[in-house]
């Protein structure tokens, strides 16, 4: 990672101070090139690496050449590869990619292989903050000496159910600690992944072995992003892409184009980081950045703090490009400072510029099903109303306009309420995405203070939670005296992580439940999360909207989300008196005069000093020492699993495939492989029981990912999956050969005993949503051998590659419906001996129709993987061989 002994470009290298000739750094100044200096900054972060990697084998001369001339390649597919820094996980992608390790030692192993070969060259940071969940919430309230007491447990709760349900995990992760060298595990209740890299894991620059260079990184979770907003680039791929790179495989990727985004003006003072974010994303999104870089430049940028490009950044899968780079400027040196860590004029040749000017940014929402719908707060009642009658879809509930007034009253702890459409039932103060931003944070707690003072509460059936990033936020919230205003709301800290934003929502209350389901509403979740797509959230929450944490509060205190805020109260209080949300919003000003007091250097060093042993159950948990891990049979949660069960054999062309399931556009990983909740009638529920687990022992699919006899039985388990054989949501299919109707896995199981090869039908955007790597392993272990779509969202592209499954794409102006497919036809792809990179191949029907599709292998590295049955399998037999 630190230059090579065979290293063309050795004559580059000099120290950063003559005094001391022991720190070097590859100084491409020196290249004498006059291409260097009107590269992009993000481009020129690939082409250090190169330079630093040249080894004439995987990295070579012709690829430091390829990016010097970006300006002509940035549009010619020209495929170059990437070793970065470092690698980042979180629990759920790093348990999987931790018994992938522990199967490949056994797999190198049995084929006469030094098992401890298998082992990350590339440092890796695995951050457990996926596991925890909303069980518990809400202060009790005691009365004492005439006061008000707030005693708080949840946090507690939740965090010893969490460790009590994932032991076995943990205890898993422990042994890979101990097992595998340049791994780090940080320790449940430290944080989300995203906002501890940021705070704490990021270099900038990074040394090794005496040489300096730009930090870096992949991560197996999309939002990997979000540390693009400090000037390190990263992104997120694949989770089986990511081992690769941790066994010291460098990322092969076509050479990107890079759109910059030119910000200016001054945002109002009511506007928040959040607002600003969902603009840029749906602007974006308009644009059209899939696979590009977008390099933030411009005078708007130095108006935004580190936590503000961070959100932005954050958000960078929702707007489709690969990164979201704000270069490394004073704001950054500052940040660094800060958190105890020790643009210039547009000459770029950029294949596109557009603007955005902050001046015109309005306080706004995105949902109710994608966090591209942005909606102004002006606009949600209308927008609300408008999608409740019209069809189904991302906009569309399509509810009989005679039911939109219906109401349904309930009884909660002894007190009478009613729901009705638009109802809020969910609100969360969750994710990366916005409680690494102190602006929004304190901003929701001055919020809470006025709306206290005011008289103001929270129903107290809406399950309100507050899961901050990282132990920072809670001492500045404490700090700044507002945290007790929040509890108050209901806003207390329920633990450190993902939580609400990834489906760890926890139950709702019971009459809740049956209030929805009686009168079939369409109840609302409100949280300043990145993904709202169907059936995340919750199950019982139809719509689901992003919003800042502020709003969060407001839309909570209204208790709906069928209100305007200019002409309506929020909230009237015990007196009578109408309160307006104008009334209690903090404006810039103020919020920027708290942070400038309470969020200091101290706070930082503090927390972060003792991360890494600060959690006493991670400390006493005991785990094995073999360098070999030892699997219990009994184990459901850890198993090995089959992918290196006999390696497999080159490809063949795929005959007379059977259709499982045939979809539309936006097909997330959501829908593909669920992490939340097992449903008690799914398949993944039956196998839990036949092994002796209580549905209260169930967990989630995302806990389960160590254990592909779960995992399997979960693929295209959500409830909210829409598969045009059945034309309604459920997940299941139609068994074509003989009618029936089953879940998918049974009718996979009934494909997999007649050797019948399977195929997946699907419209634009397939995979899209957060990386997840059972959205590929799933379908692989169901039998699919290739997937056909109008589009694909680029990280899974990836990972059906590193799985060995065929992703092929309609031809322009093709389509399901053009061609005429039902879906119910028998396929033939003919895969020809000789492959290459986006290649044409063709595609026979039993009816007689043959028509062709591009196979979306896109560089000869993938075809590499594809002929060795996958980039594991690749992986075992070139560690085998050596």
Same mark, same amino acid.
């Given at each position: 990672? $630190?230059?090579?002994?065979?290293?063309?470009?050795?004559?580059?290298?000099?120290?950063?101070?003559?005094?001391?000739?022991?720190?070097?750094?590859?100084?491409?100044?020196?290249?004498?090139?006059?291409?260097?200096?009107?590269?992009?900054?993000?481009?020129?972060?690939?082409?250090?690496?190169?330079?630093?990697?040249?080894?004439?084998?995987?990295?070579?001369?012709?690829? %430091?050449?390829?990016?010097?001339?970006?300006?002509?390649?940035?549009?010619?597919?020209?495929?170059?590869?990437?070793?970065?820094?470092?690698?980042?996980?979180?629990?759920?992608? =790093?348990?999987?990619?931790?018994?992938?390790?522990?199967?490949?030692?056994?797999?190198?192993?049995?084929?006469?292989?030094?098992?401890?070969?298998?082992?990350?060259?590339?440092?890796?940071?695995?951050?457990?903050?996926?596991?925890?969940?909303?069980?518990?919430?809400?202060?009790?309230?005691?009365?004492?000496?005439?006061?008000?007491?707030?005693?708080?447990?949840?946090?507690?709760?939740?965090?010893?159910?969490?460790?009590?349900?994932?032991?076995?995990?943990?205890?898993?992760?422990?042994?890979?600690? /101990?097992?595998?060298?340049?791994?780090?595990?940080?320790?449940?209740?430290?944080?989300?992944?995203?906002?501890?890299?940021?705070?704490?894991?990021?270099?900038?620059?990074?040394?090794?072995?005496?040489?300096?260079?730009?930090?870096?990184?992949?991560?197996?979770?999309?939002?990997?992003?979000?540390?693009?907003?400090?000037?390190?680039?990263?992104?997120?791929?694949?989770?089986?892409?990511?081992?690769?790179?941790?066994?010291?495989?460098?990322?092969?990727?076509?050479?990107?184009?890079?759109?910059?985004?030119?910000?200016?003006?001054?945002?109002?003072?009511?506007?928040?980081?959040?607002?600003?974010?969902?603009?840029?994303?749906?602007?974006?999104?308009?644009?059209?950045?899939?696979? /590009?870089?977008?390099?933030?430049?411009?005078?708007?940028?130095?108006?935004?703090?580190? +936590?503000?490009?961070?959100?932005?950044?954050?958000?960078?899968?929702?707007?489709?490009?690969?990164?979201?780079?704000?270069?490394?400027?004073?704001?950054?040196?500052?940040?660094?400072?800060?958190?105890?860590?020790?643009?210039?004029?547009?000459?770029?040749?950029?294949?596109?510029?557009?603007?955005?000017?902050?001046?015109?940014?309005?306080?706004?929402?995105?949902?109710?099903?994608?966090?591209?719908?942005?909606?102004?707060? $002006?606009?949600?009642?209308?927008?609300?109303?408008?999608?409740?009658?019209?069809? %189904?879809?991302?906009?569309?509930?399509?509810?009989?306009?005679?039911?939109?007034?219906?109401?349904?009253?309930?009884?909660?702890?002894?007190?009478?309420?009613?729901?009705?459409?638009?109802?809020?039932?969910?609100?969360?103060?969750?994710?990366?995405?916005?409680?690494?931003?102190?602006?929004?944070?304190?901003?929701?707690?001055?919020?809470?203070?006025?709306?206290?003072?005011?008289?103001?509460?929270?129903?107290?059936?809406?399950?309100?939670?507050?899961?901050?990033?990282?132990?920072?936020?809670?001492?500045?919230?404490?700090?700044?005296?507002?945290?007790?205003?929040?509890?108050?709301?209901?806003?207390?800290?329920?633990?450190?992580?993902?939580?609400?934003?990834?489906?760890?929502?926890?139950?709702?209350?019971?009459?809740?439940?049956?209030?929805?389901?009686?009168?079939?509403?369409?109840?609302?979740?409100?949280?300043?999360?990145?993904?709202?797509?169907?059936?995340?959230?919750?199950?019982?929450?139809?719509?689901?909207?992003?919003?800042?944490?502020?709003?969060?509060?407001?839309?909570?205190?209204? =208790?709906?989300?069928?209100?305007?805020?200019?002409?309506?109260?929020?909230?009237?209080?015990?007196?009578?008196?109408?309160?307006?949300?104008?009334?209690?919003?903090?404006?810039?000003?103020?919020?920027?005069?708290?942070?400038?007091?309470?969020?200091?250097?101290?706070?930082?060093?503090?927390?972060?000093?003792?991360?890494?042993?600060?959690?006493?159950?991670?400390?006493?948990?005991?785990?094995?020492?073999?360098?070999?891990?030892?699997?219990?049979?009994?184990?459901?949660?850890?198993?090995?699993?089959?992918?290196?069960?006999?390696?497999?054999?080159?490809?063949?062309?795929?005959?007379?495939?059977?259709?499982?399931?045939?979809?539309?556009?936006?097909?997330?990983?959501?829908?593909?492989?669920?992490?939340?909740?097992?449903?008690?009638?799914?398949?993944?529920?039956?196998?839990?029981?036949?092994?002796?687990?209580?549905?209260?022992?169930?967990?989630?699919?995302?806990?389960?990912?160590?254990?592909? +006899?779960?995992?399997?039985?979960?693929?295209?388990?959500?409830?909210?999956?829409?598969?045009?054989?059945?034309?309604?949501?459920?997940?299941?299919?139609?068994?074509?050969?003989?009618?029936?109707?089953?879940?998918?896995?049974?009718?996979?199981?009934?494909?997999?005993?007649? =050797?019948?090869?399977?195929? %997946?039908?699907?419209?634009?955007?397939?995979?899209?949503?957060?990386?997840?790597?059972?959205?590929? /392993?799933?379908?692989?272990?169901?039998?699919?051998?290739?997937?056909?779509?109008?589009?694909?969202?680029?990280?899974?592209?990836?990972?059906?590659?590193?799985?060995?499954?065929?992703?092929?794409?309609?031809?322009?102006?093709?389509?399901?419906?053009?061609?005429?497919?039902?879906?119910?036809?028998?396929?033939?792809?003919?895969?020809?001996?000789?492959?290459?990179?986006?290649?044409?191949?063709?595609?026979?029907?039993?009816?007689?129709?043959?028509?062709?599709?591009?196979?979306?292998?896109?560089?000869?590295?993938?075809?590499?993987?594809?002929?060795?049955?996958?980039?594991?399998?690749?992986?075992?037999? /070139?560690?085998?061989?050596?």
């Amino acid at each position: 990672m $630190s230059g090579t002994a065979n290293n063309p470009f050795q004559h580059i290298v000099e120290p950063l101070d003559p005094k001391n000739p022991d720190h070097q750094f590859y100084n491409l100044s020196k290249l004498g090139d006059p291409r260097y200096d009107r590269l992009p900054f993000s481009i020129r972060v690939l082409l250090e690496s190169a330079v630093r990697n040249c080894d004439e084998f995987l990295v070579k001369s012709s690829d %430091v050449e390829s990016i010097l001339n970006w300006k002509q390649t940035q549009t010619q597919t020209v495929e170059v590869p990437f070793r970065p820094a470092r690698v980042i996980l979180q629990d759920f992608t =790093g348990v999987p990619a931790v018994v992938d390790f522990a199967a490949m030692r056994d797999a190198v192993m049995k084929l006469g292989g030094d098992p401890e070969k298998i082992n990350p060259v590339c440092p890796a940071d695995l951050v457990i903050d996926h596991s925890i969940q909303v069980d518990f919430n809400r202060k009790r309230i005691s009365q004492h000496t005439g006061s008000l007491l707030f005693r708080s447990d949840s946090l507690q709760k939740n965090q010893d159910l969490e460790f009590d349900r994932n032991r076995e995990r943990f205890q898993f992760l422990k042994w890979g600690s /101990k097992a595998f060298r340049n791994m780090r595990i940080i320790p449940p209740g430290s944080g989300i992944v995203h906002q501890v890299n940021l705070e704490y894991l990021a270099r900038v620059v990074f040394k090794h072995d005496g040489f300096f260079y730009p930090d870096s990184l992949v991560g197996t979770d999309s939002h990997t992003t979000m540390i693009d907003g400090l000037g390190v680039l990263g992104w997120g791929v694949g989770g089986i892409e990511a081992e690769a790179v941790m066994l010291g495989q460098p990322i092969s990727m076509v050479l990107p184009e890079v759109v910059g985004y030119k910000l200016y003006g001054t945002p109002d003072k009511l506007i928040t980081s959040t607002d600003i974010v969902l603009t840029v994303t749906k602007h974006l999104r308009q644009v059209g950045v899939v696979g /590009k870089f977008v390099e933030f430049f411009g005078p708007g940028v130095a108006q935004l703090s580190i +936590a503000d490009r961070a959100t932005i950044a954050n958000m960078c899968p929702e707007y489709g490009a690969t990164a979201a780079f704000f270069p490394v400027d004073e704001v950054s040196i500052q940040y660094l400072e800060q958190t105890g860590d020790t643009a210039s004029s547009l000459s770029l040749l950029l294949c596109q510029v557009v603007e955005l000017d902050l001046s015109n940014v309005v306080p706004c929402c995105s949902g109710p099903k994608r966090p591209q719908d942005r909606i102004p707060v $002006s606009e949600m009642k209308k927008d609300f109303e408008t999608c409740l009658g019209a069809k %189904v879809g991302f906009k569309g509930f399509q509810v009989a306009p005679e039911r939109h007034s219906t109401v349904v009253p309930f009884e909660f702890n002894g007190n009478n309420y009613q729901l009705s459409h638009g109802s809020v039932v969910i609100a969360a103060i969750t994710s990366c995405t916005n409680t690494s931003n102190p602006s929004v944070m304190l901003g929701a707690g001055l919020l809470a203070k006025k709306a206290i003072e005011c008289g103001l509460n929270v129903k107290p059936y809406i399950k309100t939670s507050l899961s901050p990033g990282s132990g920072v936020v809670t001492y500045y919230l404490k700090e700044s005296g507002v945290m007790d205003y929040l509890s108050q709301l209901g806003f207390e800290v329920v633990g450190y992580g993902c939580m609400t934003c990834i489906g760890n929502s926890g139950p709702l209350p019971e009459p809740v439940v049956e209030a929805i389901t009686q009168g079939d509403l369409v109840a609302a979740g409100i949280l300043s999360g990145n993904r709202n797509f169907e059936g995340r959230v919750h199950p019982n929450t139809r719509a689901n909207y992003l919003a800042s944490p502020p709003l969060v509060i407001a839309y909570a205190i209204a =208790g709906t989300v069928r209100i305007d805020f200019e002409t309506e109260p929020i909230a009237i209080n015990s007196e009578g008196k109408e309160i307006f949300l104008r009334d209690i919003w903090p404006t810039r000003e103020e919020i920027q005069a708290v942070e400038r007091t309470f969020v200091i250097p101290s706070m930082f060093k503090e927390v972060y000093e003792k991360i890494e042993k600060v959690n006493e159950r991670w400390n006493s948990l005991v785990a094995p020492s073999d360098k070999l891990y030892t699997w219990d049979t009994n184990s459901t949660y850890i198993k090995s699993p089959p992918f290196f069960e006999g390696l497999l054999l080159p490809p063949k062309s795929i005959i007379n495939a059977y259709v499982l399931l045939n979809f539309g556009d936006s097909v997330t990983t959501d829908h593909i492989s669920p992490a939340g909740n097992i449903a008690r009638n799914s398949p993944a529920a039956r196998y839990l029981t036949s092994r002796g687990l209580t549905p209260r022992d169930f967990n989630s699919y995302g806990s389960r990912r160590g254990n592909d +006899a779960v995992m399997a039985r979960g693929t295209f388990a959500n409830i909210r999956l829409f598969n045009k054989f059945l034309n309604k949501q459920a997940p299941q299919t139609v068994h074509l050969p003989t009618g029936e109707t089953l879940d998918v896995f049974d009718a996979a199981e009934r494909y997999r005993q007649s =050797g019948l090869p399977l195929l %997946v039908l699907a419209g634009k955007e397939y995979g899209s949503g957060s990386s997840r790597d059972w959205a590929a /392993k799933g379908p692989f272990l169901l039998g699919i051998k290739a997937v056909l779509a109008e589009s694909y969202e680029r990280i899974h592209r990836s990972n059906l590659v590193g799985m060995g499954v065929i992703p092929l794409e309609y031809l322009p102006g093709d389509t399901a419906d053009s061609l005429g497919l039902s879906g119910r036809e028998r396929y033939t792809i003919v895969i020809p001996e000789k492959l290459t990179p986006r290649m044409k191949v063709d595609i026979k029907l039993d009816t007689g129709k043959t028509f062709q599709v591009l196979m979306r292998f896109d560089t000869d590295v993938e075809l590499a993987y594809f002929h060795h049955g996958g980039i594991l399998n690749y992986m075992i037999r /070139k560690m085998s061989e050596n």
